[in-house]
């Protein structure tokens, strides 16, 4: 299995931008894909954005294209998340999810590992 662990996040301004980390151990050497998922209070996880096994192909969530790129280091067996233009309905707890396979994932059910997650705030 995997294990997974974020970081980054914080509070900070509309416009600002953050990084953040999920750095996985465990049975890494595997091909196993990685999604960034959301939660805002009162509301269900969300998609955010996916990424191959490869790092080939990717797959963002509508509200964040343009703004959110999504990267990983496979010597590092981490998984970057860049998010650009922060705006305060982006503010959730953000969590990296693995599973073992190639392609990019884009639902919660499709995730087997899941990180402790990394609260984000944006403010007006």
């Known amino acids: 299995q995997v294990q997974l662990v974020e970081s980054g996040g914080g509070l900070v301004q509309a416009g600002d931008s953050l990084r953040l980390s999920c750095a996985a151990s465990g049975r890494t050497s595997s091909r196993y894909a990685v999604g960034w998922f959301r939660q805002a209070p009162g509301k269900e996880r969300e998609f955010v954005v996916g990424?191959?096994?490869?790092?080939?192909?990717?797959g963002y969530a509508d509200s964040v294209k343009g703004r959110f790129t999504i990267s990983r280091d496979g010597a590092k067996n981490t998984v970057y998340l860049q998010m650009n233009s922060l705006k305060p309905e982006d503010t959730a707890a953000y969590y990296c999810?693995?599973?073992?396979?190639?392609?990019?994932?884009?639902?919660?059910?499709?995730?087997?590992?899941w990180g402790q997650g990394t609260q984000v705030t944006v403010s007006s």
């Open positions: 990424i191959s096994w490869s790092g080939v192909s990717t």
């Open positions: 999810a693995a599973k073992y396979g190639s392609n990019v994932y884009g639902r919660p059910h499709d995730y087997d590992y």
